[in-house]
């Protein structure tokens, strides 16, 4: 795919969306998260950058399958914004209704999906409040694969736009103390487009690939540290084993005359 493509595919429905649904979908993914997970947490160190003037695409790496939903719960720190994001055509046929609450399908691994891809995002992006989801790596991907090998789509995306923004944001699924697992955040530095409006396609693919791989490897020496006050708690969620045991624990510790904490690591 070529540049020259781009003001072909600029013209184009935008997708429907019905945003009571999409807020419906973000409280669903928030309690799902809260249920599953010992949190959700975002790095104080690589905080949410300052607000855009105009479309802003956020790229994030592919660990896991929680990826879709950590994206819905980081939405709600945009609350002004309206929120898109593409999503596997034939997934979408599994979950209609998504197809209503922001996300869009697009063929993978394809031609036509890659031309579907760039019209619709176009389109989007045309709203200067529009904050674009996408996860370029089109597969999932170990946290330590380096470098991420985002296709093409994202660099055409940038190389159409005549301002606005693109985070990178890494994100990973890791295990600490308690039973359940930490869904951990970082945002990278934001690359303004109007101050790289020279830059072809494949040069914006590298300098977001780039520094996406910076902001992963920030994230990493985070999480081996393994302290939660490095990050901001978006989530709180389970913790403690459950069960007999735990019940044992809590009648102990009223017992004692002590507030009962579920956590391990208390």
């Given at each position: 795919?070529?540049?020259?493509?781009?003001?072909?595919?600029?013209?184009?429905?935008?997708?429907?969306?019905?945003?009571?649904?999409?807020?419906?979908?973000?409280?669903?993914?928030?309690?799902?998260?809260?249920?599953?997970?010992?949190?959700?947490?975002?790095?104080?160190?690589?905080?949410?950058?300052?607000?855009?003037?105009?479309?802003?695409?956020?790229?994030?790496?592919?660990?896991?399958?929680?990826?879709?939903?950590?994206?819905?719960?980081?939405?709600?720190?945009?609350?002004?914004?309206?929120?898109?994001?593409?999503?596997?055509?034939?997934?979408?046929?599994?979950?209609?209704?998504?197809?209503?609450?922001?996300?869009?399908?697009?063929?993978?691994?394809?031609?036509?999906?890659?031309?579907?891809?760039?019209?619709?995002?176009?389109?989007?992006?045309?709203?200067?409040?529009?904050?674009?989801?996408?996860?370029?790596?089109g597969r999932f991907a170990d946290v330590r694969e380096r470098p991420p090998r985002l296709?093409?789509?994202?660099?055409?995306?940038?190389?159409?736009?005549?301002?606005?923004?693109?985070?990178?944001?890494?994100?990973?699924?890791?295990?600490?103390?308690?039973?359940?697992?930490?869904?951990?955040?970082?945002f990278g530095e934001p690359l303004d487009v109007e101050a790289h409006r020279g830059r072809?396609?494949?040069?914006?693919?590298?300098?977001?690939?780039?520094?996406?791989?910076?902001?992963?490897?920030?994230?990493?020496?985070?999480?081996?540290?393994?302290?939660?006050?490095?990050?901001?708690?978006?989530v709180h969620g389970r913790a403690g084993i459950g069960g007999v045991y735990d019940s044992?624990?809590?009648?102990?510790?009223?017992?004692?005359?002590?507030?009962?904490?579920?956590?391990?690591?208390?």
């Amino acid at each position: 795919m070529t540049a020259s493509l781009v003001p072909r595919l600029q013209r184009c429905d935008s997708p429907p969306r019905w945003p009571w649904l999409f807020c419906l979908f973000r409280w669903y993914a928030r309690r799902y998260a809260a249920k599953h997970l010992h949190a959700v947490r975002l790095s104080k160190t690589g905080p949410l950058p300052a607000r855009p003037d105009g479309p802003l695409v956020v790229v994030l790496n592919h660990p896991s399958w929680w990826d879709l939903l950590i994206a819905f719960n980081l939405s709600g720190l945009m609350p002004d914004r309206v929120h898109w994001g593409p999503i596997d055509a034939a997934a979408l046929q599994r979950y209609r209704f998504l197809g209503r609450a922001g996300l869009f399908g697009i063929e993978l691994g394809t031609t036509r999906g890659a031309l579907q891809f760039l019209r619709t995002a176009n389109t989007i992006l045309g709203d200067s409040r529009a904050t674009l989801w996408v996860m370029p790596q089109g597969r999932f991907a170990d946290v330590r694969e380096r470098p991420p090998r985002l296709r093409a789509g994202v660099g055409h995306v940038l190389h159409s736009l005549e301002r606005g923004a693109v985070w990178p944001l890494a994100v990973e699924m890791t295990y600490w103390d308690e039973r359940t697992p930490e869904a951990l955040a970082r945002f990278g530095e934001p690359l303004d487009v109007e101050a790289h409006r020279g830059r072809t396609a494949d040069e914006w693919t590298a300098a977001i690939e780039a520094e996406l791989v910076r902001t992963q490897d920030a994230l990493a020496a985070e999480s081996m540290r393994r302290d939660p006050q490095l990050f901001e708690t978006i989530v709180h969620g389970r913790a403690g084993i459950g069960g007999v045991y735990d019940s044992w624990r809590r009648v102990s510790a009223w017992a004692r005359g002590e507030r009962f904490r579920p956590e391990h690591g208390a």
